[in-house]
């Protein structure tokens, strides 16, 4: 079956552009996570869903990052007014098991690498 | 911030040696988990262990966990070229909803 996928896997920006970064999890998975991960390092939490209801944004880094996943399925990251620290590659995971109870494994997609020029 | 250190950052190997990495958190865990992440793409779960678990095998992967001293190894034996990438820790807390990552060991195994 297909696995979690993301677009684009590429995307260069110039310093002050808005973009946007696409996750389709696996269906039927109710939970999905954003993680960023900055070269050399392990992957760090930005915010999480349960179906369409946005759980947890305490990883976001600033007020430049949004992320909805309005019918529960795919979701979008949006980042506004990029600077040249958000370079990095970002991951999306989902899971069939809600979260809450402790969290079990979580399939990853190939991640989106973003160059901030 | 990760939660989670790692060591060694780096480990070379031949073919065949058994591969020893470690990890070390901070906080209160439900669990313990290990991915793999071959270059330029994403995590794959290798093996969970659960805070009640000592020690868990699959296949060639060994895990230990001892939560007295918040910390677990991961041992693969006989090593394959294909075993080739960076390998992380994650632990999940109670009632929360992610992954709390570590910073990531390099294993490269020379054929």
């Known amino acids: 079956g297909a696995g979690v996928s993301q677009s684009p896997r590429y995307k260069v920006a110039k310093r002050g552009q808005d973009v946007a970064l696409r996750c389709d999890p696996i269906s039927g998975h109710v939970s999905l996570f954003w993680y960023q991960q900055a070269l050399g390092q392990g992957p760090e939490f930005l915010t999480y869903?349960?179906?369409?209801?946005?759980?947890?944004k305490s990883g976001l880094p600033s007020d430049r990052f949004f992320a909805e996943r309005p019918e529960g399925s795919v979701s979008t990251l949006k980042i506004q007014r990029t600077q040249q620290e958000d370079s990095a590659v970002y991951l999306c995971a989902s899971s069939d098991r809600l979260a809450g109870g402790g969290v079990d494994e979580q399939f990853f997609g190939p991640g989106t690498r973003l160059t901030v020029l | 911030s990760q939660q989670g250190e790692e060591d060694p950052q780096a480990l070379s190997i031949q073919e065949g040696e058994n591969a020893t990495m470690n990890c070390s958190y901070k906080t209160s865990i439900n669990n313990l988990q290990w991915y793999r992440q071959n270059s330029g793409r994403g995590l794959v779960h290798l093996i969970l262990?659960?805070?009640?678990?000592r020690e868990k095998h699959s296949g060639r992967l060994r895990v230990t966990l001892d939560t007295s001293k918040k910390s677990s190894s991961l041992l693969i034996t006989a090593s394959r070229a294909a075993d080739t990438a960076s390998y992380f820790c994650a632990t999940a807390a109670y009632n929360t909803d992610k992954l709390i990552f570590g910073t990531g060991t390099r294993l490269q195994v020379f054929p």
């Open positions: 869903f349960q179906n369409e209801a946005q759980l947890d």
């Open positions: 262990i659960r805070s009640n678990e």
